[in-house]
């Protein structure tokens, strides 16, 4: 158990509508990613928040976003499914302190779109 | 544009004996780098990293290796054991930044 937390783990939705994926963090770490894993590519890296303000972004599309609140949870929104979108999203978490930048990922959501 | 890879798909290995698991990067800038490994359903598990002001990093059974003028890292698995079996990637990152993630190496370890 990694400590980091998703929900939920399986979604099936149609094209055109839109989710919401939520994450919590291990305790005391202040960054947040987001990661997509298609299934035939390896680990995308889709963007980055530290302590509520965005970091670093990845291949994102305009039409996913994310967000992370003041208790440091995250949510990616994704709106305007399209079947291509269907994938297992992942979050991971780190300390960023000491030079030491291990992630920390989630189990992942697995989502369906059809 | 494939800045980490690993060449290969999958490796096959007798429980007991050692695994070693490779990974090339491109990007020059990358100065730290990780292990992962992934079972099915699962998120990826931190294995083992290492800075890139250092050549090796041992934990346990586990040793990684970087070579900066190949740019080329390893993992070393030794003993192998069944529980092993998993999907290994390697991964770097700039900064401590997003990760970069090669495409994997599934690893079978054969009692």
């Known amino acids: 158990d990694s400590g980091v937390t998703q929900t939920p783990k399986h979604l099936i939705t149609a094209t055109g509508q839109r989710v919401t994926l939520r994450c919590s963090p291990r305790?005391?770490?202040?960054?947040v990613y987001w990661y997509q894993q298609s299934l035939d590519q390896g680990l995308q890296f889709l963007i980055q928040y530290y302590n509520g303000e965005e970091r670093a972004k990845g291949n994102i599309l305009e039409r996913f976003s994310a967000q992370q609140f003041p208790d440091l949870h995250s949510e990616l929104n994704l709106s305007s499914l399209e079947l291509g979108d269907s994938a297992l999203y992942f979050c991971a978490s780190s300390v960023d302190i000491g030079g030491t930048y291990e992630q920390y990922f989630g189990p992942g959501t697995r989502l369906t779109v059809t | 544009d494939q800045q980490v890879k690993q060449n290969s798909p999958s490796l096959s290995v007798q429980e007991g004996r050692i695994s070693i698991l490779n990974c090339d990067y491109t990007n020059s800038m990358f100065d730290y780098f990780l292990w992962y490994k992934k079972y099915p359903a699962e998120g990826p598990t931190f294995l083992i990293s290492?800075?890139?002001?250092?050549d090796k990093n041992e934990d346990g059974r586990f040793t990684v290796f970087l070579n900066k003028s190949a740019k080329h890292l390893s993992l070393h698995i030794v003993p192998s054991q069944p529980g092993d079996s998993a999907v290994y990637f390697c991964?770097?990152?700039?900064?401590?930044?997003?990760?970069?993630f090669g495409a994997g190496t599934i690893l079978r370890v054969k009692s």
């Open positions: 991964a770097a990152s700039v900064n401590g930044n997003k990760l970069v």
């Open positions: 290492i800075s890139s002001i250092k």
């Open positions: 305790s005391g770490d202040l960054s």
